[in-house]
């Protein structure tokens, strides 16, 4: 079974306990279910930081407390060496202009992840059959 990606909102969401579509819950049991992988990307870190500094997103814990909490639960990170953030640079599709969307997307096609996201540039790129998307 291949592992599933989570996009940083799909992580958030998640680590919340909010609702996500009935779909992607199913998959993600069927993944916990086979003990197959569900992956956040370490940009997601920097992501949740950005959100916290800015007042975008309230945590119960400071950032790198609740982004442990959360891993803990039962993720894994993903590596996120150099030869992924240059082929980050090299997509089959300039639609993805946030930096983060680029790495997560170059970290779903290097390892082959499904991408679970709500971000519509993610789920254009998924569409455009340059990685697997599940929506969330």
């Known amino acids: 079974m291949r592992p599933v990606l989570l996009d940083t909102c799909a992580f958030i969401w998640l680590a919340n306990r909010d609702a996500l579509a009935p ?15 569900i992956v956040v990307s370490p940009i997601s870190a920097w992501e949740i930081g ?15 407390a609740w982004f ?25 599709s300039d639609g993805l202009r946030d930096p983060a969307d680029r790495i997560i997307a170059a970290t779903a096609r290097l390892y082959r992840y499904r991408l679970m996201t ?7 790129f998924g569409h455009a059959g340059h990685v ?5």
């Open 50 to 64: 950005q959100l916290v500094a800015r007042g975008r997103l309230k945590l119960t814990l400071e950032p790198t």
């Open 132 to 136: 697997e998307t599940i929506a969330c």
């Open 118 to 124: 709500r971000d519509r540039p993610l789920l254009a």
């Open 68 to 92: 442990q909490a959360a891993l803990n639960a039962g993720l894994a990170l993903t590596p996120m060496p150099p030869a992924l953030l240059i082929a980050s640079s090299f997509l089959p």
């Open 23 to 37: 779909a992607a819950q199913a998959t993600l049991e069927e993944v916990r279910g086979a003990d197959g992988l």
